[in-house]
């Protein structure tokens, strides 16, 4: 089994049948995640028989499967966080998908699609630990080329916690990611390169 990745003293596993158990109670603990999405949204279409398994027995076959991948932050061995992250080819679907594919000079190694922080510890930095945390579980995979989806709010703009599914603009420039361009109404696409971990 890997090292896990500390990050500001919070532990940082992958997302596999060993973690499943605490991911899942998180998801289950918000509903589901989004409203029951269990992160499953950009990796349709999806099979229609698949689908019969529901939100949380499908988001476990993927598990089982290798076919689904985040960095999930524990405290002690509760999830408190997660970074859902892969290559294109496993999460195909994004918001605005249309024209991000018109604005591509260079597709992705991998994108981050989706962050969740459990409601009792929003507001202390755990969406830049989730990332921080999937950026080093890409960097041990051979690393790449890395997009991000963030809000681009306006400045001085402030929303709830509970509708920003991948951060702020503002959070992954602080995290060294480079802003390319707009993609929808109140999105971007944002960039790094991860080097590879040969430790």
């Given at each position: 089994m890997a090292t896990?990745?500390?990050?500001?003293?919070?532990r940082v596993e992958p997302l596999t049948p060993a973690t499943w158990?605490?991911?899942?109670?998180?998801?289950?603990?918000?509903?589901?995640?989004?409203?029951?999405?269990?992160?499953?949204?950009?990796?349709?279409?999806?099979?229609?028989?698949?689908?019969?398994l529901g939100g949380r027995g499908l988001k476990e076959k993927y598990v089982l499967e290798d076919r689904t991948h985040a960095a999930v932050v524990l405290e002690g061995e509760q999830a408190i966080a997660c970074c859902q992250f892969g290559p294109v080819a496993e999460l195909p679907n994004i918001h605005h998908r249309k024209e991000w594919e018109k604005g591509v000079t260079q597709?992705?190694?991998y994108r981050l699609t989706c962050l969740f922080v459990d409601r009792d510890h929003r507001r202390d930095g755990l969406?830049?630990?989730a990332v921080r945390g999937a950026l080093g579980l890409i960097a041990r995979a051979g690393g790449g080329r890395v997009e991000a989806y963030p809000h681009d709010l306006p400045?001085?703009?402030?929303?709830?916690?509970?509708?920003?599914?991948?951060?702020t603009r503002t959070m992954y420039e602080r995290l060294g990611f480079t802003y390319d361009r707009p993609k929808g109404k109140g999105n971007c696409v944002m960039w790094t390169v991860v080097a590879a971990d040969e430790g």
């Open positions: 896990p990745i500390t990050i500001d003293g919070y158990p605490a991911y899942a109670d998180l998801a289950e603990k918000h509903n589901g995640v989004w409203g029951g999405c269990w992160c499953l949204w950009f990796h349709q279409p999806l099979d229609p028989e698949e689908r019969k597709p992705p190694d969406a830049a630990v400045e001085g703009k402030k929303t709830s916690a509970s509708f920003l599914y991948n951060s």
